[in-house]
């Protein structure tokens, strides 16, 4: 075991873009893991921060980035590793920026995200409500229902090496189902066959961006959506994927993305094969997801989630429900069945209409949309008695949060990818009379330090 842990160190683990001081190897014991995934100990009153690392190992770390208050350290011997830690079993770990926590077992996963989460809700919100233990999700591996592989010149198609653009490329990835390896193969093949040119982010030159493949876990469907830089892309790239055996494509969408930006998706779709939109089903409802929508990645922990909402508001049926952030409906539709009223407000309108064709497929008559920003919607509104919400990673705007508080619901339920913008948001609901009461986990992204938290906020008694 020893000798496969100081092997696996000897693996480049942090790629050479930080500025590279004189390699110095120093003794350390991890106190923690943060969030963002690196573990955390302390040398001499200093944090050095130390990738792939488990709380309580010692180890011996070498310096390779010196700031005036941290250094970032990486493992060049594990001299008393944690009980906790496994073999990863993907042999792109080390490389690959997809995942942080192979290392680490799936349970111990579970503990470090609770941690990491109740952290940010105590020191950042003053939150006296803890969350109780992260929801395991039923698959570790292949639960992904999305990925989105960049391209770069000649020929790479993988994914990014850790916080670089340098491009790694997997065989497969043990996240996503095992056809995208197929279907990355295809492509991989297709485009040099087609001398389809490539995308250089750094000249701004190429066609070829990224290759996004989305699939319906309950409907088997798949589609595939090719980001090019330019309205044209060759047919050659794509023509025979409709025939790659044990695939459901049931459409190939173009993305055009003109400019040059970190942004994966432009404005600007064209369905090229078959339709620009898959099914999916969770619970008892169906959805359809447009290639520009947002869904959920893990459709199993979806479902948790929807069960969180109804569990948190406990509703009678005569409830007028505000759903903010309400993406292809997902909540709302699920919801619709057990109150009086919903409106969703969406920014995105390929999600709007979406959603509305969903309230059609579902028979859903008491829920209605609007193509909004949420800040702007709520004037609308005077009252309202249970109130969703499912921002972004950058959690609330203040105004946003004043103007919630101002409808007086009864009950919120704040479902969030990132716990310390929803505990920042919290410390401002709990200034304004509203306080968390129950704070409940649910692992969408088993293999890495992501964690979705879902809040139940109540008036204070
Ligand atoms: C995390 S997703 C949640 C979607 C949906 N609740 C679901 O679970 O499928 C966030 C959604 O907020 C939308 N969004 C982002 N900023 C917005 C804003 N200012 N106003 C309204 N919607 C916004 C995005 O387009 C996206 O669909």
């Not at 349970?107 to 003053?126: H, M, P, S, T």
């Not at 997801?289 to 569990?311: D, H, P, R, W, Y």
Request: aromatic share 10%.
């Amino acid at each position: 075991m020893q000798n496969s842990h100081r092997r696996l160190c000897e693996e480049p683990l942090l790629p050479g873009d930080y500025p590279r001081i004189q390699a110095v190897a120093i003794e350390l014991v991890i106190d923690k893991i943060v969030y963002g995934g690196d573990g955390i100990g302390n040398y001499n009153g200093v944090k050095v921060f130390v990738p792939y690392s488990a709380p309580q190992e010692r180890l011996l770390v070498s310096i390779q980035v010196k700031k005036k208050d941290y250094y970032i350290g990486r493992i060049k011997e594990i001299l008393e590793p944690s009980p906790f830690r496994v073999q990863p079993p993907c042999p792109y770990f080390f490389t690959c920026g997809g995942c942080h926590f192979q290392h680490l077992q799936y349970d111990y996963q579970l503990v470090v995200k609770k941690l990491i989460a109740n952290e940010a809700l105590q020191r950042i919100g003053k939150v006296s409500c803890l969350a109780s233990n992260p929801k395991p999700a039923p698959r570790q591996w292949h639960y992904r229902n999305k990925t989105q592989f960049p391209l770069s010149p000649p020929h790479k198609i993988g994914y990014f090496q850790r916080k670089t653009h340098q491009i790694v490329e997997t065989e497969k990835c043990l996240l996503h189902p095992t056809i995208f390896d197929s279907i990355r193969r295809f492509f991989k093949n297709s485009i040099k066959e087609a001398s389809e040119t490539i995308y250089d982010e750094n000249r701004h030159e190429g066609n070829i961006r990224h290759i996004i493949l989305r699939q319906g876990f309950n409907t088997d469907e798949c589609l595939v959506i090719i980001v090019t830089k330019e309205e044209r892309v060759k047919q050659a790239v794509y023509q025979e994927l409709i025939h790659l055996d044990g695939t459901n494509i049931v459409g190939i969408v173009q993305n055009i993305n003109p400019i040059k930006t970190n942004r994966v998706l432009g404005d600007k779709f064209r369905t090229l094969v078959g339709r620009g939109f898959y099914y999916e089903k969770i619970l008892d409802k169906k959805f359809k997801i447009a290639a520009g929508s947002f869904f959920q990645v893990n459709t199993a922990q979806t479902e948790t989630l929807a069960q969180m909402v109804l569990k948190f508001f406990q509703p009678q049926g005569s409830e007028e429900v505000l759903d903010l952030f309400s993406g292809v409906g997902t909540f709302a539709i699920i919801l619709a069945d057990f109150v009086k009223k919903i409106t969703g407000v969406e920014i995105n309108p390929i999600a709007v209409a979406d959603a509305r064709e969903n309230l059609e497929l579902n028979s859903i008559k008491n829920v209605e949309f609007f193509c909004q920003n949420a800040e702007s919607a709520l004037a609308k509104f005077n009252q309202i008695d249970l109130v969703i919400l499912d921002p972004p990673r950058k959690g609330l705007t203040s105004e946003l949060i004043r103007s919630i508080v101002g409808l007086k619901p009864r009950r919120l339920c704040y479902i969030s990818c990132n716990p310390t913008t929803l505990a920042r948001d919290l410390a401002q609901f709990d200034q304004l009379g509203y306080e968390a009461t129950e704070i409940e986990l649910v692992d969408l992204f088993p293999q890495t330090y992501h964690i979705e938290t879902v809040a139940k906020i109540m008036p204070k008694q």
